[in-house]
């Protein structure tokens, strides 16, 4: 792993090409780049707002109309666009998905370096709770925790809640991975080194643990973030979300509760639907792929990214020397 | 020697509670010794025998769940008094140690330069751009040219990361070097060289060296002064002279008698048969015994204390009594 960061620091382009020979990786960084695009250009790229009802020409509201009478998606009961709300929809789902992710990311890369690197009651008492987490079912946790604050009338928006049930409930499997990490880094003589230099926890925490452990970190981020994009959509369909602001989630609720499938509007529930699947599926392609590439211990022996580093570099003496000899 | 001694070692005794079989593992007991400034400290046994151990009970970098006792006097003060953060204080800018493989020692993803650095740095006694260019002086000062600072350990061969370790150890100007095994896993060439940087470097700067070696020959070469320790204990602490021509050890003659010696070249070396003690279930009398072939009654009941037997020359074994008085090294 740590060659291969060292790798990733020294050359991003070395790194794309490893990972532009991997399939799959580009599979995966393709749907969640489009996913990204379609939300960033939303305005851009629909002609009427989610929440405009299309009317005919007569002015009635043109409700369940299917693809081939409008847009490229037809319309909802309530006439409103659904390319348009898919569109929109990206933005909530990504959102959510994106900043729940990074805050369980935040959560569990801490509690994880603590509980590894300080050990003893710190780290009981952090794998306690953690272990309590992992048994508890998590989305009827969350969505009597989401049911709960809502209940409190705290005026904070429903995602704002959302974000924080999830992120701050979903840092588990990072936590204990992370821990993991820690444990056999933190035993490595270069940490003793640091403290026979005379450095203190947080210096060897900054300077010699975490550039360790993060090409870990950031390989089980992406996969986090299709997780928390799952359970976005998972509440949301409970009906837990914004429907003010409609994610994909909120979108399968409402096809679901004015009878879609019963009208046989497929347009109105498959869209949504295979827009979570898109981005899941190209999270879970994307964070393999890095896990594999960052993580030496799937791929093969620890020396092959010291063994890039060199061939690239000679590859590069090489390149010079013939420069010079051309010149 | 009649300056005071840099560190006196007194009665210095590490346990390490081994909680899955609720055993203590007594890895040192009653080690003292002193050591002078620039001088060069011998620390030599087998594997396993509270070398490494010594070492890291002075600057206190063992694990938690060991239990230091005794008294270690950097100058005048007792650094197993201070508390961690005044401790933290002494280490490398007074005591220093080159590790025991320095592979290990170095972070495989931080530059070297920057490594060297950060022991500089971390006080605060330098601005940046003079700790940069006391990197390069460090570097060259142990032979690599300084560029090679902006390389990463992986790119250094096995010589020049001691080095590097070398001159990492000597970034804040220590007044005392712990060397653990500098030379293993290196060839006999490197080792050479290595050793003649330390010797170079200690006659230059005027340091003391606590060597950590199994290797004879370059005690007789390089110290004043060596510890011979066993399980865990000190069984001969003398001049290098006194320990060489005239050991009084059982354990210490074996020692010398199991190294080649080119004066005399015989066709098989001596060894000691049997194997050091296990420090979870340690021999009730001289910790020895089981392999000492000049064992008598006592020897497997009563644990030897250390006598006295030339001025400044300490051996503890039981054969030694009738001659001497036991009295514990002056302070």
Known sequence: MRESWLLLQRNLSDFWKTFRRNQMGLIGAFLVGTALLLAIFAPLLTSISPMETVRTADGRALTFAPPSVHGPLGTDDAGHDIWSQVAFGARISLVVGFLAGFIAMFVGSLLGILAGYFGGWVDTLIMRVTDVLLVIPDLPLMLVLVAAIRQLNLKISPLVILILVIGLLYWTSTARLVRSQVLSIKERQFVARARAIGAGHGHIIRKHILPQIMPLIVANTVLILSTAILIESGLAFLGLGDPTQPSWGTMLNFAFDRNAISNGAWWFYLPPGLAIVWVSLGCVLLGNVLEEMLNPRLTGHHLEGEARVLSASLKSAEESSEEVSHG | ?331
């Open chain 2, 1 to 331: 020697m009649a300056e005071t001694p840099l560190l006196r070692v007194r009665h210095l005794s590490t346990d390490f509670l081994l909680p899955a079989d609720k055993k203590i593992a007594r890895a040192l007991e009653d080690v003292s010794f002193d050591v002078y400034p620039g001088q060069t400290v011998g620390l030599v046994g087998e594997s396993g025998c509270g070398k490494t151990t010594t070492l890291m009970s002075v600057l206190r970098l063992l694990p938690a769940n060991a239990r230091i006792s005794g008294q270690v006097f950097f100058h005048e003060v007792n650094l197993l008094s201070l508390s961690e953060r005044q401790m933290r204080e002494y280490r490398w800018k007074d005591i220093a140690i080159v590790f025991q493989g320095a592979m290990n020692a170095l972070n495989p993803v931080m530059r070297v330069g920057e490594q060297i650095c950060e022991a500089i740095t971390l006080r605060g006694i330098m601005s940046s751009d003079r700790a940069q260019a006391r990197v390069g002086e460090l570097l060259e000062m142990v032979g690599i040219p300084k560029e090679r600072g902006s390389q990463y350990p992986f790119q250094y061969s096995g010589g020049m990361r001691q080095r590097a370790m070398i001159a990492m150890a000597l970034a804040c100007s220590p007044r005392l070097l712990f060397a653990d095994e500098p030379t293993t896993a290196l060839d006999v060439m490197v080792q050479a060289q290595i050793l003649e940087l330390l010797e170079e470097i200690q006659r230059r700067l005027g340091l003391a060296i606590v060597l950590v070696t199994h290797d004879l020959g370059v005690v007789a070469e390089m110290c004043d002064a060596v510890v011979v320790m066993y399980g865990g204990k000190v069984a001969e602490y003398g001049s290098v002279d006194e320990i060489f021509n005239a050991p009084r050890h059982p354990y210490t003659q074996k020692l010398l008698e199991s190294f080649p010696d080119l004066a005399r070249p015989t066709g098989s070396l001596a060894s000691i048969p049997g194997a050091p003690p296990r420090l979870t279930e340690l021999p009730p009398g001289c910790r020895f015994a089981p392999r000492c072939h000049l064992r008598i009654g006592k020897c497997d009941s009563e644990s030897p204390p250390l006598f006295e037997v030339e001025p400044g020359h300490f051996a503890a074994c039981h054969l030694l009594e009738s001659t001497q008085d036991a009295s514990p090294p002056s302070p």
